[in-house]
Protein backbone atom coordinates (compact mmCIF):
# COMPACT_ATOMS: atom_id res chain seq x y z
CA UNK A 1 0.00 0.00 0.00
CA UNK A 2 1.66 3.09 -1.14
CA UNK A 3 1.84 6.52 1.07
CA UNK A 4 -1.17 8.64 1.14
CA UNK A 5 -1.49 12.33 1.55
CA UNK A 6 -1.26 13.39 4.89
CA UNK A 7 1.06 10.42 6.21
CA UNK A 8 4.28 10.70 7.43
CA UNK A 9 7.17 10.52 5.21
CA UNK A 10 8.80 7.69 6.08
CA UNK A 11 12.50 7.98 7.74
CA UNK A 12 15.36 6.35 6.65
CA UNK A 13 18.89 5.76 6.89
CA UNK A 14 20.44 5.41 2.79
CA UNK A 15 23.95 6.24 1.20
CA UNK A 16 24.06 8.66 -1.16
CA UNK A 17 26.26 10.68 -3.76
CA UNK A 18 27.13 12.65 -0.93
CA UNK A 19 27.48 9.68 1.79
CA UNK A 20 24.87 8.72 4.12
CA UNK A 21 21.44 10.43 4.84
CA UNK A 22 19.37 10.50 7.83
CA UNK A 23 16.58 11.52 5.94
CA UNK A 24 14.33 13.58 8.72
CA UNK A 25 18.09 14.98 9.90
CA UNK A 26 18.61 15.96 6.62
CA UNK A 27 15.35 17.79 6.11
CA UNK A 28 15.51 19.33 9.21
CA UNK A 29 13.06 22.19 9.28
CA UNK A 30 12.64 22.82 5.39
CA UNK A 31 9.88 21.37 2.76
CA UNK A 32 10.91 18.32 0.70
CA UNK A 33 10.85 17.05 -2.54
CA UNK A 34 11.85 13.40 -2.68
CA UNK A 35 11.73 12.25 -6.77
CA UNK A 36 12.68 8.70 -8.02
CA UNK A 37 13.80 7.84 -11.31
CA UNK A 38 14.49 4.55 -13.37
CA UNK A 39 18.10 4.33 -13.71
CA UNK A 40 21.05 6.61 -14.02
CA UNK A 41 22.75 7.00 -17.19
CA UNK A 42 19.72 7.34 -19.38
CA UNK A 43 18.60 10.25 -21.65
CA UNK A 44 14.90 11.18 -19.63
CA UNK A 45 16.48 10.88 -15.86
CA UNK A 46 19.98 13.18 -17.46
CA UNK A 47 16.89 15.91 -18.27
CA UNK A 48 14.94 15.54 -14.60
CA UNK A 49 17.88 15.79 -12.92
CA UNK A 50 19.36 18.84 -14.80
CA UNK A 51 16.49 21.00 -14.96
CA UNK A 52 16.23 20.13 -11.13
CA UNK A 53 19.60 21.35 -10.70
CA UNK A 54 19.01 24.77 -12.50
CA UNK A 55 15.68 25.37 -10.50
CA UNK A 56 18.24 25.63 -6.88
CA UNK A 57 17.54 28.92 -6.88
CA UNK A 58 13.43 28.60 -6.79
CA UNK A 59 13.53 25.56 -4.33
CA UNK A 60 15.78 27.77 -2.03
CA UNK A 61 13.24 31.05 -2.31
CA UNK A 62 10.39 28.08 -0.85
CA UNK A 63 12.95 26.41 1.72
CA UNK A 64 12.47 23.64 -0.07
CA UNK A 65 15.29 20.76 0.03
CA UNK A 66 15.60 18.09 -3.42
CA UNK A 67 16.87 14.84 -2.99
CA UNK A 68 16.80 11.69 -6.36
CA UNK A 69 16.68 8.05 -5.61
CA UNK A 70 17.37 5.37 -7.93
CA UNK A 71 18.62 1.63 -7.31
CA UNK A 72 22.02 2.72 -8.62
CA UNK A 73 25.38 2.19 -6.67
CA UNK A 74 26.45 6.00 -5.07
CA UNK A 75 29.39 5.63 -7.10
CA UNK A 76 27.60 5.76 -10.50
CA UNK A 77 25.72 8.20 -9.30
CA UNK A 78 28.80 10.74 -9.18
CA UNK A 79 30.05 9.43 -12.42
CA UNK A 80 26.27 10.41 -13.99
CA UNK A 81 26.65 13.30 -12.06
CA UNK A 82 29.48 14.32 -14.17
CA UNK A 83 27.62 13.76 -17.46
CA UNK A 84 24.25 15.86 -16.01
CA UNK A 85 26.67 18.38 -15.31
CA UNK A 86 28.14 18.53 -18.88
CA UNK A 87 25.31 17.77 -20.98
CA UNK A 88 22.98 19.92 -18.92
CA UNK A 89 24.75 23.00 -18.24
CA UNK A 90 24.29 23.07 -14.55
CA UNK A 91 25.62 21.77 -11.56
CA UNK A 92 24.02 18.65 -9.43
CA UNK A 93 23.32 20.64 -6.11
CA UNK A 94 20.97 18.27 -4.50
CA UNK A 95 22.16 14.25 -3.03
CA UNK A 96 21.32 11.39 -5.16
CA UNK A 97 20.35 8.41 -2.64
CA UNK A 98 21.59 4.74 -3.69
CA UNK A 99 19.08 2.90 -2.74
CA UNK A 100 21.07 -0.45 -3.68
CA UNK A 101 18.91 -2.19 -1.38
CA UNK A 102 15.80 -0.90 -2.05
CA UNK A 103 14.97 -0.18 1.53
CA UNK A 104 13.60 3.37 1.05
CA UNK A 105 12.27 2.03 -2.65
CA UNK A 106 10.27 -0.45 -0.20
CA UNK A 107 8.97 2.40 2.61
CA UNK A 108 7.59 4.57 -0.37
CA UNK A 109 6.45 2.10 -2.64
CA UNK A 110 8.46 2.57 -5.48
CA UNK A 111 8.91 -0.14 -7.70
CA UNK A 112 5.75 -1.21 -9.51
CA UNK A 113 5.92 -5.05 -10.55
CA UNK A 114 3.86 -4.40 -13.29
CA UNK A 115 5.49 -1.48 -14.78
CA UNK A 116 9.22 -3.20 -14.22
CA UNK A 117 10.15 -5.42 -11.46
CA UNK A 118 13.28 -3.96 -10.96
CA UNK A 119 13.43 -0.03 -11.89
CA UNK A 120 11.99 2.04 -9.61
CA UNK A 121 8.95 4.65 -11.55
CA UNK A 122 8.73 8.18 -11.65
CA UNK A 123 7.31 8.55 -8.13
CA UNK A 124 7.71 12.36 -6.76
CA UNK A 125 6.69 13.61 -2.80
CA UNK A 126 6.00 16.85 -1.67
CA UNK A 127 7.13 16.75 2.44
CA UNK A 128 6.16 19.50 4.30
CA UNK A 129 8.19 20.94 7.38
CA UNK A 130 5.80 18.48 9.94
CA UNK A 131 7.35 15.74 7.55
CA UNK A 132 3.82 15.20 6.08
CA UNK A 133 2.82 13.87 2.59
CA UNK A 134 1.65 16.76 1.13
CA UNK A 135 1.73 15.63 -2.84
CA UNK A 136 2.48 11.94 -4.32
CA UNK A 137 2.37 12.01 -8.33
CA UNK A 138 3.71 8.86 -10.47
CA UNK A 139 4.84 9.16 -13.70
CA UNK A 140 5.70 6.21 -16.24
CA UNK A 141 9.73 5.85 -17.44
CA UNK A 142 8.81 7.42 -20.57
CA UNK A 143 7.76 10.70 -19.61
CA UNK A 144 9.74 13.23 -18.17
CA UNK A 145 8.29 15.27 -14.93
CA UNK A 146 7.34 19.16 -15.20
CA UNK A 147 9.30 20.56 -12.32
CA UNK A 148 7.90 23.73 -13.24
CA UNK A 149 4.54 21.90 -11.84
CA UNK A 150 6.07 21.30 -8.56
CA UNK A 151 7.05 24.71 -7.58
CA UNK A 152 3.14 26.01 -8.99
CA UNK A 153 1.87 23.00 -6.11
CA UNK A 154 4.43 24.31 -3.59
CA UNK A 155 2.99 27.69 -3.96
CA UNK A 156 -0.22 26.93 -3.98
CA UNK A 157 0.19 24.57 -0.68
CA UNK A 158 2.44 27.17 1.13
CA UNK A 159 -0.33 29.63 0.55
CA UNK A 160 -3.29 27.66 1.56
CA UNK A 161 -1.55 26.86 4.93
CA UNK A 162 -1.42 30.08 5.63
CA UNK A 163 -4.83 31.71 4.29
CA UNK A 164 -8.03 30.68 4.34
CA UNK A 165 -7.98 30.25 0.54
CA UNK A 166 -7.33 27.77 -2.02
CA UNK A 167 -6.02 27.65 -5.74
CA UNK A 168 -8.24 27.13 -8.88
CA UNK A 169 -7.47 25.64 -12.30
CA UNK A 170 -4.44 26.32 -13.88
CA UNK A 171 -3.57 29.04 -11.04
CA UNK A 172 -0.57 30.97 -11.03
CA UNK A 173 1.45 32.83 -8.12
CA UNK A 174 -0.03 36.40 -8.40
CA UNK A 175 -3.64 35.33 -9.92
CA UNK A 176 -6.87 34.92 -7.87
CA UNK A 177 -7.49 32.73 -5.59
CA UNK A 178 -10.81 31.60 -3.97
CA UNK A 179 -12.22 31.98 -0.48
CA UNK A 180 -12.49 28.05 1.01
CA UNK A 181 -16.36 27.47 1.26
CA UNK A 182 -16.17 27.09 5.03
CA UNK A 183 -15.80 30.79 5.73
CA UNK A 184 -19.04 32.26 5.43
CA UNK A 185 -18.67 35.08 8.31
CA UNK A 186 -18.30 38.55 6.76
CA UNK A 187 -16.67 40.14 9.49
CA UNK A 188 -13.68 37.68 8.95
CA UNK A 189 -13.85 38.18 4.98
CA UNK A 190 -13.77 41.64 5.37
CA UNK A 191 -10.10 41.00 7.30
CA UNK A 192 -8.55 38.68 5.47
CA UNK A 193 -9.50 40.13 1.89
CA UNK A 194 -9.41 43.20 2.58
CA UNK A 195 -9.28 44.16 -1.35
CA UNK A 196 -12.76 42.47 -1.51
CA UNK A 197 -13.98 39.79 -3.36
CA UNK A 198 -16.32 38.97 -6.26
CA UNK A 199 -18.92 36.39 -6.01
CA UNK A 200 -19.74 34.29 -9.35
CA UNK A 201 -21.83 31.81 -7.19
CA UNK A 202 -22.13 31.45 -3.35
CA UNK A 203 -19.46 28.51 -2.95
CA UNK A 204 -17.29 30.29 -5.65
CA UNK A 205 -15.64 33.40 -4.31
CA UNK A 206 -12.61 34.81 -6.25
CA UNK A 207 -10.29 36.97 -4.53
CA UNK A 208 -6.48 38.81 -4.97
CA UNK A 209 -4.09 36.65 -4.04
CA UNK A 210 -3.77 38.02 -0.20
CA UNK A 211 0.15 37.49 0.68
CA UNK A 212 0.30 39.74 -2.58
C1 LIG B 1 15.12 7.49 -19.46
O1 LIG B 1 15.44 8.09 -18.45
O2 LIG B 1 15.32 7.95 -20.56
C2 LIG B 1 14.43 6.17 -19.38
C3 LIG B 1 14.68 5.32 -18.31
C4 LIG B 1 14.05 4.09 -18.29
C5 LIG B 1 13.17 3.73 -19.29
C6 LIG B 1 12.91 4.60 -20.35
C7 LIG B 1 13.54 5.84 -20.39
Not at 76 to 104: C, G, M, Y
Request: glycine share 4%; net charge negative.
Amino acid sequence: MGLKLGDIAPDFEQDSSIGRIRFHEWLGNSWGVLFSHPADFTPVCTTELGFTAKLKDEFDKRDVKAIALSVDAADSHVEWIKDINKTQNTQVNFPILADEDRKVSDLYDLIHPNANDTLTVRSLFVIDPNKKVRLTITYPASTGRNFNEILRVIDSLQLTDSHKVATPANWQDGDEVVIVPSLKDETEIAQRFPKGYRAVKPYLRLTPQPNR
